[in-house]
């Protein structure tokens, strides 16, 4: 079949277009395919198909493209890559029809370059991965808001067996307050009424007796008064304010030398203002002057240094890899008093935990302390030595 050039509108069409015969010979080609390929007008015709494909490309028209026109008669939108003649890879969308032509078949091609198409199958992929992303991230988030739902529904149960818990130590406070105090207070008032002849007529032992009924009375007094000071602690109504820690000091350094009559030397730097609850703040320091003056050696008068420092630190203790950082005032209070072996450092802030049962005190002192510090989302520890003193460290947020 002789070959010939195509002829206008098809020659010059904005896409181009090719006639092969069965053996793969290039019957025609328009001036749109070879400007595509950088041949000149003509110079296609007689050219093999395969000479104008990429490798890959001529092996897909081998295998499948040429067999489907055959037997189909036809094929659509079928993507190829062209080879020009500077070896350029061209892609191109290929529709091909079978028609018999002067007495032969020859197979009808018309073709468009789809250069931007990898930028748009890129782009679709990239749609779809976001897609595929903001998908998994509305789960993700669904998943989150049931998990925050059922943590909500665990903390509100917590709250409510803590506002339970409040109220059995409240109920328990008022036994502590009436139901207990008044029989001991009695039992210390009969004792009491016993006159000096009554006691004559006593035996020794009944003398004895006599007076440890009034001495265990008023410790059991003693005992009650600082457990309902301790339960008192759990009332969440107290109100926050400005508290002047320098100020709280001072009130409870001449509440101490008040109830023990003892001189101590204090040593304070400037302590800031921070909000918290002024009655448990007081008892705080209390309790810690107190105990400097209880356990003081008995060669010494008490000296008491406190130091302090503002810092930044993680508001999150029992939260590992949890992070907020706000700002903490750093107190160190140490004493010079008698001191006692650090392995206790943690026993001693326990209720009702004596190092040594014949020491003055309830036992309860510390363990307000340390009340007092969680209750203001602070922190207290504690480092000491026999016979070189104790050193304690507060951590107190300026803000609640």
Known sequence: MATHLLEDPLNTAPCGFFTFTDDGTLVAANDTLAGMLGYASGELAGSRVESLL??????????????????QGKAEEIFLSLRSRSGESIPVLLNAVRKEQEGGVVNQCALIPVRNRGKYEDELLAAKRMAEEALRNNEELTRARQELELHARELDQKLSRLEQKNQELTRLSSILSHELREPIRKLSMFSSLFTQQDRQALSATGQRSLERIKVQSARMEQLVMALQEFVSLDDTHEPLEEVALGEVVDSARQLVTGRTGTVMELHSEQLPVLQGRRRQLMMLFFQLLDNSVKFRRPEEDPRIGIECCLLQHNTYRPNTGRYHYTDFARII??????????????????ALKKLDPNSPGQGIGLAICR???????????????????TRFTLLLPLRQ
């Open 333 to 350: 209070y140490a004493d010079n008093g008698m001191g006692f072996d650090n392995r206790y450092n943690d026993y001693v802030f326990e």
């Open 54 to 71: 990429t490798l890959a490309s001529r092996m897909f028209y081998q295998t499948h493209l040429f067999p489907m026109i055959r037997m």
């Open 371 to 389: 009340k007092v510090v969680e209750n203001h989302n602070g922190s207290i520890s504690v480092e000491s030595e026999p016979g070189r003193g």
